[in-house]
T-cell receptor
Framework: EPEVTQTPSHQVTQMGQEVILRCVPI?????FYWYRQILGQKVEFLVS????????KSEIFDDQFSVERPDGSNFTLKIRSTKLEDSAMYFC?????????????FGPGTRLTVL | GQQLNQSPQSMFIQEGEDVSMNCTSS?????WLWYKQDPGEGPVLLIA?????ELTSNGRLTAQFGITRKDSFLNISASIPSDVGIYFC???????????FGPGTRLSVLP
């Protein structure tokens, strides 16, 4: 069964460093998303991406964040200068051609720890 | 923006018991989703509801889209140990291409 994969599973970084979280969405999906989940809290939307551009973003997704689809398979989230409060699980998701009306399949997440 | 509330926050039940949890929103939703999250993993979709009043089953799980379109219920019958996890409801967010998630109901099943 096709699945969303994410690497690394755990990333530890120093405050102020840049990190890139990687995702491989399901191959025939068209919409891609990043969510985050601070430990013990709910899942929060960051950004959606369609047709090689950001379609929506939340207030969390400030200038420190950027997304890219550098090739036909990868979808990345970059945090330019990490802060302590960026520590969280980051989930990538993808869905088919009906946008959010289609089921969003979530990856297993990357746990980001900022020291 | 949209706010979702879930109750109960957590519950401990005996294996074999039925479970009921609910989700309410501050605004009308056109879609309700129920996800389950196992520890250290991403959410997995259990049931999607697209019409007010809709009642949908997936194995031992049954979910209903409330008539007011501001609530939804998830029932699990004859719980088993692997039902342990956090159950999130979700609905369309403010941004049109995302979902907003509730705070979750943490389910523990005692043998």
């Amino acid at each position: 069964e096709p699945e969303v994969t994410q690497t690394p599973s755990h990333q530890v970084t120093q405050m102020g460093q840049e990190v890139i979280l990687r995702c491989v969405p399901i191959s025939n999906h068209l919409y891609f998303y990043w969510y985050r989940q601070i430990l013990g809290q709910k899942v929060e939307f960051l950004v959606s991406f369609y047709n090689n551009e950001i379609s929506e973003k939340s207030e969390i997704f400030d200038d420190q964040f950027s997304v890219e689809r550098p090739d036909g398979s990868n979808f990345t989230l970059k945090i330019r200068s990490t802060k302590l409060e960026d520590s969280a699980m980051y989930f990538c998701a993808s869905s088919g051609d009906r946008g959010y009306f289609d089921e969003q399949f979530f990856g297993p997440g990357t746990r980001l720890t900022v020291l | 923006g949209q706010q979702l509330n879930q109750s109960p926050q957590s519950m401990f039940i005996q294996e074999g018991e039925d479970v009921s949890m609910n989700c309410t929103s501050s605004s009308i939703f056109n879609t309700w989703l129920w996800y389950k999250q196992d520890p250290g993993e991403g959410p997995v979709l259990l049931i999607a509801l697209y019409k007010a009043g809709e009642l949908t089953s997936n194995g031992r799980l049954t979910a209903q889209f409330g008539i007011t379109r501001k609530d939804s219920f998830l029932n699990i019958s004859a719980s088993i140990p692997s039902d342990v996890g956090i159950y999130f409801c979700a609905g369309p967010g403010n941004y049109g291409q995302n979902f907003v998630f509730g705070p979750g109901t943490r389910l523990s099943v005692l043998p």
